[in-house]
């Protein structure tokens, strides 16, 4: 089981702090554009899936590099529940703050009053991102302010800053505009951005087309649990339907 703490603040171990931004899997939380053609429950079970699996390419990476991983769970009530079944490299914290962005400014916070000077904020619905897209914009942070990792849907996977940036999320999020206005909040800042290469999200059943395009190019090392569960429910087929 991972540890729980009560504590506020995301302690960085050495100078840098990988937090996944997560949600309790639960019927009705998750995954609602994929319901239809999915059920509730079949969008749960598949975004534990792919939670399981980022989870375990970002610890990997995290012990590798030495670096700090906190899962930063929603809602406050889920934490035990993650707990319970998140990696032992893993700290289990609360999201806390009324909306997405403000609760990513506070981890930011929290993570750099803790020590940290490089700190990537992490989805859970790109289960596909290869850690070498995660170290790249870890490195990325030695000479720029901002690091973002493109999704497909105008928005980003990752996010990374070397501090605190008040006002860098103060935009709406989940639009197909969240990554130019978090641009255009960067600029006017001030802070020097890097784009890396990109990912993408699986919010729709239609997303499942384009993991079916990365299993056919022989990209399956980050996210076997989301395959195996695609394949065990025979979902892709929804993938072909959505998509034509």
Not at 71 to 79: K, L
Not at 102 to 129: H, K, Q, W, Y
Request: with cysteine.
């Amino acid at each position: 089981m991972s540890p729980v703490t009560g504590e506020p603040k995301l302690r960085g171990a050495g100078s840098a702090l990988i937090a996944v931004f997560a949600k309790a899997p639960r019927p009705g939380l998750v995954k609602t554009r994929m319901s239809p053609p999915l059920s509730p429950e079949q969008a749960a079970a598949l975004y534990r899936a792919m939670l399981d699996d980022v989870l375990a390419t970002t610890a990997q990476l995290a012990r590798r590099r030495g670096i700090d991983a906190v899962v930063c769970c929603y809602p406050e009530d889920s934490c035990r529940e993650i707990a319970q079944w998140a990696p032992q490299q893993f700290r289990v914290v609360a999201q806390r703050g009324r909306d997405l962005a403000t609760r990513m400014s506070r981890a930011v916070d929290e993570a750099a009053a803790g020590g940290a000077n490089r700190i990537l904020l992490r989805g859970s619905d790109s289960p596909a991102m290869r850690s070498e897209q995660i170290e790249e914009a870890l490195e990325s942070l030695e000479e720029c302010d901002v690091v973002v990792c493109p999704d497909a849907d105008g928005g980003y996977g990752l996010v990374g800053l070397r501090g605190p940036a008040p006002g860098l999320f103060d935009h709406p999020m989940s639009t197909d505009s969240v990554l130019r206005d978090t641009l255009a909040n960067a600029e006017a800042l001030g802070l020097m951005v890097r784009t890396t290469s990109g990912s993408f999200d699986l919010d729709t059943a239609a997303d499942l087309a384009r993991l079916a395009r990365a299993r056919e190019s022989g990209d399956m090392e980050h996210c076997p649990r989301t395959f195996a569960y695609l394949d065990d429910h025979d979902l892709w087929r929804f993938a072909a339907r959505e998509g034509t």
